[in-house]
C-alpha cells in the first residue's frame, strides 16, 4: 500500500512520505523516515511535523507516529526536547546521495584547442593599451561621455581613415566610417539596409549565414577554387556578395586580381554591393601585401573590419567603411545613440593607432604567428608527410587536406586525443552540391573536399607542442601502396 501527501514543503507541517509496501505501518513509516534523513531530503535540525499531524496526513493512528518518532529518537535519527518539538538529530547517520535519474552533461573542455578564430589571450598588449586608456582619458572632451553618437567617435573614425589607407588601400574619408561592435554587427546592419538575397562563397563562416537568414536575407553558394570565389556566377538578381579577398575564409589564398576586377564590373553593372570582409588582412607572411577590393571602387564595395583578430575579440570594436549613399541608412538602422561600443573603448583604440601602438602589435603578432605555422609545417613534415597543408601565405589557420572519406573520422580521433578541431565540411554552405573547380586554368587545382581547419593562434606557448603532438595522432597514416600486378605468364 502507498500512501501519499502532496505538498512542495518539507518543513512545517507537511512531510511528503512513501510508505511502500504491506505490513507495520510503524515499521514502514520509520523506514520511511530513515530514508529521508539518509538522503539527506531532511537535513539536520529540521523540525517534523507533530505527530497528530502526520498521523492526519498520512491516515495513521496517532499512537502509531508517536511510537515510530520515541524509538527514531532512541535509534539517535531523532531528537526531541520539551517546548520545541521533535527534530532531525545533528547527526548520528551518514548521509547517502539520492540516486535521480543522470541528466546529460556538458562534455568536458578539450585539453587542447586548435579551433581556428581567437588569438591566444595573453599576448594582449595591457600595458600598452593601459597608457593609450590614460592619455585618452585625459585628453577626452567632455561630450566622450554623454549620449554616443552612433556614427562612433570621430577621433577613432580619423584614426582608422588615417591606417586603413596606408595599410590596406582604402580610399575613404572619417565620414565613410561607421563604428559597429563588430563585422557581425556590421552584417546585420547592412543585411536591414540592403536586403536580399546575397551570393556568398561556398566556404565561410555558418554564424554570418545564419546571421543573415535571421534578418530575411538568403545566401546562394558561389563556387571556390584555387583563385578564390567564382565571381562569374553572379547575378543581376543578387543584391550583395560576401567575399574574403585578401584571404579566402577558410580555404586560403588571395582572390584573383582579374576576378577582383570582375566583381566591381558586375556591383557597377547591376548596382549590387560587394561586401568584403576584411578579417584578416593584416596577417601575411610569405607574400606581398594585398589591398582591400574597396580601394578599386569605394561606391560599390563595402569593407568591414574589426580588432577581434589583431588585439582581443572582447573589444567590440568594428568598422565599416560605406559608400556615401549607405552612411545615413547604415546610422538610421543602428539607431539614434550609440549602444554597442564603448566611447572610452573607442577613444582608447584611436590614441593606441595614432601613436603606432597598433602597428607594433600587428609586426609582434604577426612574427608570432608565422613562428606558429612554421612549427605546424615542420610537425607535419616530420610525422605526416603525406599530408598536404595549404592556405598558410596568410591568416591565423591553415588547412590540411585529408584522403577522401576520412574527415569525420579524424575529427573523432582528435576528440579522443583530447584535441578540438573542426573539418573543412563544417564551413561548407549547404546549398554546396559538389566540390569547386576552376575553370580559370586547367592546371588549376581542386579545392579538396575533406580537410581540417588548424586554427594555430590560440594555445599558449606551452600548450602548442602538445596541441601539434595531439594533432598529428590523429591524422590518418600512409595509405599503402596497391600491391603490383603478376606479370602475365609467358608465352609457350
Request: aromatic share 4%.
Amino acid at each position: 500500500m502507498n500512501s501519499w501527501v502532496n505538498s512542495a514543503e518539507i518543513l512545517g507541517s507537511d512531510l511528503p512520505l512513501e510508505l511502500s509496501g504491506t505490513g507495520n505501518r510503524r515499521a514502514l513509516l520509520m523506514d520511511a523516515l530513515r530514508e529521508a534523513v539518509r538522503s539527506g531530503r531532511l537535513a539536520p535540525g529540521t523540525r517534523l511535523p507533530p505527530y497528530r499531524s502526520l498521523a492526519a496526513d498520512l491516515g495513521l493512528a496517532r499512537n502509531t507516529v508517536a511510537d515510530a518518532y520515541a524509538e527514531l529518537v532512541a535509534e539517535g535519527w531523532l531528537a526531541a526536547r520539551q517546548g520545541s518539538g521533535t527534530r532531525v538529530a545533528e547527526r548520528a547517520v551518514p548521509v547517502t546521495p539520492v540516486h535521480r535519474p543522470r541528466t546529460p552533461e556538458r562534455a568536458a573542455r578539450p585539453v587542447h584547442d586548435l579551433v581556428q578564430g581567437q588569438p591566444d589571450p595573453s599576448v594582449f598588449p595591457r600595458t600598452a593599451w593601459l597608457a593609450s586608456a590614460r592619455r585618452a582619458l585625459a585628453a577626452a572632451p567632455d561630450d566622450a561621455f554623454g549620449p554616443g553618437d552612433p556614427h562612433g567617435r570621430p577621433e577613432l573614425r580619423r584614426a582608422l581613415a588615417g591606417y586603413l589607407a596606408r595599410v590596406r588601400g582604402v580610399r575613404a574619408a572619417p565620414e565613410r566610417i561607421v563604428l559597429c561592435s563588430g563585422a557581425a554587427h556590421g552584417l546585420r546592419l547592412l543585411a536591414e539596409v540592403v536586403g536580399g538575397p546575397w551570393a556568398a562563397e561556398e566556404y565561410g563562416l555558418p554564424f554570418h549565414r545564419a546571421l543573415l537568414a535571421s534578418h530575411g536575407v538568403g545566401t546562394r553558394p558561389l563556387g571556390v577554387d584555387a583563385d578564390g570565389a567564382r565571381v562569374d556566377g553572379l547575378t543581376r538578381r543578387d543584391r550583395a556578395v560576401l567575399l574574403t579577398p585578401a584571404h579566402q575564409f577558410p580555404t586560403g589564398g588571395p582572390l584573383h586580381p582579374a576576378r577582383r576586377a570582375a566583381v566591381v564590373d558586375w556591383a557597377r553593372a547591376t548596382g549590387g554591393l560587394v561586401v568584403e570582409d576584411d578579417y584578416d588582412g593584416e596577417f601575411r607572411y610569405d607574400r606581398q601585401p594585398v589591398g582591400a577590393v574597396q580601394g578599386l571602387d569605394p561606391e560599390h564595395v563595402v569593407l568591414v573590419g574589426s580588432v577581434s583578430k589583431s588585439l582581443s575579440p572582447t573589444l567590440r570594436i568594428g568598422w565599416m567603411v560605406l559608400p556615401q549613399r549607405l552612411v545615413a541608412p547604415v546610422v538610421a538602422a543602428k539607431g539614434e545613440r550609440e549602444q554597442f561600443s564603448s566611447a572610452t573603448e573607442q577613444l582608447t583604440l584611436a590614441d593606441f593607432v595614432e601613436s603606432g601602438a597598433y602597428d607594433r602589435q600587428v609586426r609582434r603578432m604577426r612574427q608570432r604567428h608565422r613562428r606558429r605555422r612554421d612549427q605546424l609545417v615542420a610537425a607535419l613534415e616530420r610525422r605526416a608527410p603525406h599530408i598536404r597543408v595549404t592556405g598558410i601565405a596568410a591568416g591565423l589557420h591553415a588547412v590540411l587536406e585529408l584522403p577522401p572519406g576520412t574527415e569525420r573520422s579524424v575529427v573523432r580521433a582528435a576528440s579522443w586525443q583530447g584535441l578540438a578541431v573542426e573539418g573543412l565540411a563544417d564551413y561548407r554552405h549547404p546549398g554546396a552540391e559538389h566540390p569547386s573547380r576552376s575553370a580559370s586554368t586547367a592546371a588549376a587545382p581542386v579545392l579538396h573536399h575533406d580537410g581540417l581547419v588548424i586554427g594555430y593562434a590560440t594555445p599558449a606557448e606551452s600548450a602548442y607542442p602538445e596541441a601539434l603532438d595531439a594533432l598529428c595522432r590523429s591524422l590518418p597514416p600512409v595509405s599503402p601502396p596497391a600491391p603490383a600486378s603478376p606479370p602475365p605468364p609467358a608465352a609457350p
